[in-house]
């Protein structure tokens, strides 16, 4: 049975692919999938997400390629509206990131959120909560600590707890263009430099029927990374979406 008009039900996967391969002077393997589901039902509402990047490279036609991207990460998330606007939520991810030396980063993020705009078509709302971040640093990374700075090596894991912020926007522009923002910071409780801000932006075009084309924006921003690690991560892709929506 279809929901009324007026309903904020709804179920939506989306399926993401892209990639990029070159062959001669240079040598380049791109590759960037993933998986999105988002149920509301009431008083409640759900989400998961999946999603893997990889790419490999060699500067030139006699030279071997190294991987230089390779990156997995998982969340859950489920919220339920007290009464009218305002939600409980608690979500969980995990991420595991060869270059920025983490085997696994896990963030387990309970909260509350306000809904300024909720609708089917359309939300923006913010959140406030906490997050407690658990890395397990990858070996290489806390062997080559022991060389560099023998008196203050890197720990093979680390606990931060943080007081989280989060804003986010989606807005359905007509029937053929989605537009969504978010950015989140999270600033630790006991050490002021650990500090973390990631922003995201798409912007999804349809082509016919469930197929859809999706420019994506991820900035990733890290004040306190493991030693020898870039501050800031940059992400720009374009996808193919395949989309399955009640």
């Known amino acids: 049975m279809k929901p009324a008009a007026d309903s904020k039900d709804g179920t939506t996967l989306k399926l993401t692919a892209g990639g990029l391969l070159s062959a001669g002077n240079s040598r380049n393997l791109a590759l960037t999938a993933a998986a999105d589901y988002f149920m509301r039902r009431s008083t409640s509402q759900f989400s998961a997400l999946a999603a893997v990047n990889y790419g490999r490279s060699a500067p030139g036609a006699d030279l071997p390629t190294e991987t230089t991207v390779e990156n997995y ?106 537009f969504n923002a978010s950015a989140e910071y999270l600033q630790n409780v006991t050490e002021a430099k650990n500090a973390r801000v990631n922003v995201d932006i798409g912007l999804t075009s349809q082509i016919n029927g469930s197929f859809s084309i999706a420019t994506t924006f991820s900035l990733k921003f890290d004040n306190n990374p493991v030693p020898g690690v870039e501050k800031t991560d940059l992400v720009t892709a374009l996808n193919l979406v395949y989309t399955l929506q009640q």
């Open 73 to 178: 990460q998982g969340s859950v998330r489920y919220d339920y509206f007290f009464a009218g606007s305002l939600a409980g939520f608690g979500s969980v991810s995990a991420r595991r990131d060869r270059f920025q030396e983490l085997d696994l980063r896990l963030n387990f993020d309970p909260g509350l959120a306000y809904y300024f705009i909720d609708e089917k078509e359309q939300r923006f709302w913010g959140e406030l909560g906490y997050d407690l971040q658990y890395d397990v640093r990858r070996q290489e990374a806390v062997d080559a600590s022991l060389i560099e700075t023998p008196d203050d090596p890197l720990d093979r894991t680390e606990v931060r707890h943080s007081v989280r912020g989060f804003a986010g926007y989606v807005n359905q522009v007509g029937s053929a263009v989605k």
